[in-house]
Each structure stands twice: as structure tokens, then as C-alpha cells.
């Protein structure tokens, strides 16, 4: 047996038992057909199950395995972020231990992985945000008085 909840965001949730369990699933549409043709499914997928027609995974999640009509046995992993600096080391690395270190592509791209990956220093920052600030307040200005000359 299974039933839909609407929560208080309008979002649909399937539940459903099976085997003596009680699952909830938040199907992240907040239209209600598709709601209604998930919960259809969902119910024809326990029926295959409970014949014997289709059978679930041992290491299977059961709720992801019945709401994707028996396609995908658990939510899927994905990789881990990295960030840019990382992604450039890697580059790096790779570049130095493969033959082509010589050619155009390394010497070029060299120098930009450095300017992108180097620590902006304090200096460079400070000025500029001072720039900004000027710019902010010269513009402001201009605004504010129509008859200065621009």
C-alpha cells in the first residue's frame, strides 16, 4: 500500500510499506499528477515485487529501487569536489611526468595556472577595493549633481 503526503511547502511525499516497513520518500515535484503517476508506479512496482516478477537487489535502497521502477538499486555516489588549486596541481603533476613538457601547450599554460592559482596579496587587494570605493563614490556623485561635467 502506498499514499501521498503534501508537506506544508507544497512538496509531494510517497510512502509506502512493505514487509512490515513503513518508507517515505520525498519526490521533489510539487505537481500533482506527477505525484499521482509516481504513486501509480510505485504500487505496480510493489505488486512485481510481491509476485515474484521483479526482484530487488540485495544491496539495494527499496524506496529509490521502487520509485525508479526497478532501474536504479541506490542513489548514485558522486565525486567529491575539488577546487581549482587542486585541479591545477594535478595538471601539474601530470604535465611532468608526461614527454611533451617542451611544447607550446606547457609554456603557455604555465603562467596562467600560476597567476590563477597564486595567493592574491593583501596589497593588491586593498587597492583594489580602494579603486572600487573611488569609482562607487565618483559615479555616485555624477548622479547626484547634474551639472558637473563629465
Not at 48 to 58: D, F, I, K
Not at 65 to 74: N, V
Request: aromatic share 8%.
Amino acid at each position: 500500500m502506498a499514499w501521498l503526503d503534501c508537506e506544508r511547502t507544497g512538496i509531494f511525499q510517497l510512502g509506502f510499506t512493505f514487509g512490515g516497513r513503513r518508507f517515505k520518500r520525498s519526490l521533489r515535484t510539487r505537481d500533482e499528477r506527477v505525484a499521482e503517476a509516481t504513486l501509480h508506479r510505485v504500487e505496480e512496482s510493489i505488486r512485481l515485487v510481491e509476485t515474484g516478477r521483479l526482484s530487488v537487489p540485495a544491496n539495494a535502497d527499496l524506496a529509490t529501487f521502487l520509485i525508479s521502477d526497478g532501474k536504479i538499486a541506490s542513489t548514485p555516489d558522486l565525486p567529491e569536489p575539488i577546487s581549482l588549486g587542486t585541479l591545477f596541481n594535478r595538471y601539474r603533476k601530470r604535465l611532468a611526468g608526461s614527454s611533451t613538457a617542451g611544447d607550446l601547450t606547457t609554456t603557455t599554460a604555465g603562467p596562467i595556472v600560476h597567476w590563477i592559482t597564486r595567493p592574491p596579496p593583501r596589497m593588491r587587494l586593498a587597492v583594489f577595493f580602494q579603486l572600487r570605493l573611488r569609482l562607487s563614490l565618483q559615479n555616485t556623485a555624477e548622479l547626484l549633481n547634474p551639472d558637473s561635467p563629465t
